[in-house]
């Protein structure tokens, strides 16, 4: 493997940098986007627990619904819920501030997935870029432009040329299916956390919700 890093010569370390950093995205995203992680066990149950304890005015504190909203990155939204009812807000405040925290909580989930995006397109084009350069170290001999040129210089430039082609589709293939899947499952993952808080919205808030 290291000698066909050699034989590519440098145009290929750009694409073996972002090669790292697509597979350092792809695993942190396939870790973080786990259902176990956004909604950890008993995390739901918490939440509605504690909506249970607001409702029959059981002594709800603020150090519980902050605890809850460390639990997981969609506890944030419960929490926020819980926390609009427990300070007597009405439907429409609480919607209003739900939708700000939502937007934090769809960025965290989007998180680093427009890099990976980025690397998908952009490393076709290093290989491109890469091909271009074996191809001026054919033609910019003066061996190659003589039609004398040294076999072992030419043969050089055309490894160049297609290892860094070959190495940039390598990269850009995976990395665009990545990014779909991933993408796929961070929808699927917000539409879970919407459903999750319209219930529990729905449920401390029933009068307002049917309106």
Not at 137 to 151: D, L
Request: glycine fraction near 8%; aromatic fraction near 10%; charge should be neutral.
């Amino acid at each position: 493997m290291y000698s066909i890093l050699l034989s590519a010569g440098w145009p290929i370390w750009p694409l073996l940098i972002i090669s790292i950093i697509g597979l350092a995205i792809v695993l942190e995203r396939s870790w973080y986007l786990r259902q176990i992680n956004i909604f950890p066990k008993d995390s739901l149950e918490t939440a509605f627990g504690l909506s249970n304890q607001l409702l029959n005015q059981k002594g709800l504190t603020e150090a519980q619904i902050k605890d809850l909203s460390q639990l997981s990155p969609a506890s944030p939204l419960f929490a926020c819920v819980l926390r609009e009812k427990l300070n007597g807000s009405s439907a429409e405040g609480a919607l209003e501030e739900l939708q700000a925290v939502a937007q934090t909580t769809w960025f965290k989930l989007d998180r680093y997935l427009g890099i990976l995006a980025t690397i998908a397109t952009v490393a076709p084009l290093l290989g491109l870029f890469g091909t271009v350069v074996g191809m001026i170290e054919i033609f910019g001999s003066q061996g190659a432009i003589s039609g004398a040129g040294n076999p072992q210089q030419l043969a050089h430039g055309i490894s160049v040329a297609l290892y860094n082609t070959a190495f940039g589709l390598l990269i850009a293939i995976p990395a665009l299916a990545a990014w779909r899947g991933l993408r796929a499952v961070a929808n699927q993952r917000q539409r879970e956390c919407e459903e999750f808080t319209r219930q529990l919205f729905k449920k401390l808030y029933p009068t307002e919700s049917t309106k």
